[in-house]
């Protein structure tokens, strides 16, 4: 039995595969509210705006408000807002990313001679103009940044690329290497979630199905870590693996076991 003031989740594969909910995910969560213990729901998905993912989680039956959601493209523009506001970016990303940059007064180019950042991402319409347009910016000196590094996304039947395949095409055409990536395993997203439940990191539990972002960044914060199994990790990963968690469940419905209570399924 633990004792945890608030609970970070993880969303795909943790909470949902594509628009499924996992068995047990609204019953566990609904029982962790119901018993005052609060929630934020972390993404390194920056695919949709934080308001799609609250609105999508409380469609499934798990009500969610925008701001219980943090995902990595939040994060990075924080980030750029504080160290380089208004620069010249460069974004390899989908719309919502895009517009949540544009939003934050950034200035989007594709041209090489005026990029400052070029932010790596998932983009499933990554193409080779925009490999070269990232390739001559990077060569002419932007930093060079990623909302995510997650080689791949779960999804219902398995699994797709995801940024890390961005990050590596860049990587291998520059010779450079990804300076920053703010999303999980980064403390940068981690602090967000912490900022939002007012808690500090051992008062919390980290809830995801990834090894090297979830349960590694909460081992690095001195978070206590529970890893489900119906992601992306499988129990046969854990035997050779060099991150640990502290607790391993079949799946999100048997979260509130670790608080005293009961599997929900």
């Known amino acids: 039995m633990i004792r945890p003031q608030g609970i970070i989740f993880d969303l795909d594969g943790t909470v949902y595969l594509g628009h499924k909910l996992i068995p047990g995910a609204r019953e566990s969560i609904a029982w962790l509210r119901r018993h005052s213990y609060p929630v934020v729901f972390v993404s390194n998905k920056p695919l949709e705006s934080r308001s799609h993912y609250a609105a999508k989680l409380t469609r499934l039956n798990v009500p969610t408000q925008p701001d219980d959601v943090i995902n990595s493209s939040l994060v990075l523009v924080r980030y750029l807002s504080r160290e380089m506001p208004g620069a010249s970016v460069f974004a390899i990303g989908e ?14 180019s594709e041209d090489p001679d005026q990029i400052e950042v070029v932010v790596a991402s998932f983009d499933r319409s990554f193409d080779y103009r925009k490999l070269n347009i990232a390739f001559q910016a ?6 060079f940044l990623a909302t995510n590094a997650d080689r791949t996304c779960p999804v219902e039947g398995g699994q797709i690329p995801d940024a890390g395949a961005v990050i590596g095409a860049l990587e291998g055409c520059s010779g450079r290497s990804v300076e920053l990536v703010v999303g999980k395993p980064s403390s940068l997203i981690l602090e967000v979630a912490l900022e939002r439940l007012g808690l500090p990191a051992g008062a919390c539990l980290m809830v995801g199905d990834r090894l090297e972002t979830d349960i590694l960044m909460g081992q690095r914060a001195g978070i206590a870590t529970a890893l489900v199994l119906t992601g992306v990790t499988q129990r046969e990963d854990l035997l050779d693996a060099r991150v640990q968690p502290d607790h391993v469940l079949e799946s999100i419905a048997e979260l509130p076991r670790l608080f005293g209570g009961k599997s929900v399924v």
């Open 138 to 143: 990077l060569s002419r000196g932007a930093r």
């Open 95 to 108: 719309p919502p990313l895009l517009e949540e940059l544009v939003a934050a007064n950034f200035r989007l």
